[in-house]
């Protein structure tokens, strides 16, 4: 599995707890190309999932997003993770997942990317559209290790597990209801 860009891709990365509902999410997203799970955000170098449930590694569950900016923006991208991927007012945990590995972080890869996510903070802080301040820690990308190919695709592969359909599926539901225009799925989902 390649981590590289292609040509006029670019990558975000992300942390919002569980992998398997944040890379659906943004897997039924019109304009993303592709979305791999993993762990980013600690020390440890090739982090297993074993590894990284011990919260010893510094690493959290995440996505890597590839994406083309000539069509969605990076403010839409954050807009999804903020308000529908994931409860970002949450300390090191997302529901029922607790552990620093399900903390919310958001990666930047240039100056301009850090200043769009901590504006973006600031307004939604500002907005009063939760009863908590934003926990999500805003870091430098450093490294992204790819998870086991078992973690990848994990939703669709696995529609009837019932971590998918009592934590995932609702997920995805909800960012299907707040952001129908953005959703490839939405009307299929549907019928």
């Known amino acids: 599995m390649s981590l590289a860009s292609e040509k006029g891709e670019k990558i975000l990365t992300l942390a919002g707890g569980c992998f398997w509902c944040t890379e659906e999410v943004y897997e039924r997203m019109k304009d993303v190309n592709r ?15 074993e590894s990284v449930m011990t919260g010893e590694t510094g690493h959290a569950e995440s996505v890597q997003i590839y994406y083309d900016p000539e069509k969605i923006t990076l403010e839409s991208l954050l807009e999804v993770f903020f308000l529908a991927a994931h409860d970002p007012t949450q300390v090191n945990q997302q529901g029922y997942d607790v552990g620093t590995q399900y903390r919310s972080i958001a990666f930047y890869r240039t100056p301009e990317e850090e200043k769009i996510i901590r504006e973006y ?71």
């Open 35 to 49: 979305v791999i799970s993993g762990y980013a955000g600690g020390d440890t170098k090739d982090p297993t999932y």
């Open 121 to 191: 903070i600031q307004k939604l802080n500002e907005s009063g559209k939760f009863d908590k301040p934003i926990a999500t820690q805003v870091e430098p990308f450093e490294a992204f290790y790819p998870a086991e190919d078992f973690h990848q695709n994990y939703y669709p592969r696995n529609p009837g597990n019932p971590y998918i359909q009592k934590v995932s599926r609702p997920i995805v539901e909800k960012f299907e209801e707040l952001f129908p225009q953005l959703s490839d799925h939405f009307e299929e989902d549907k019928e």
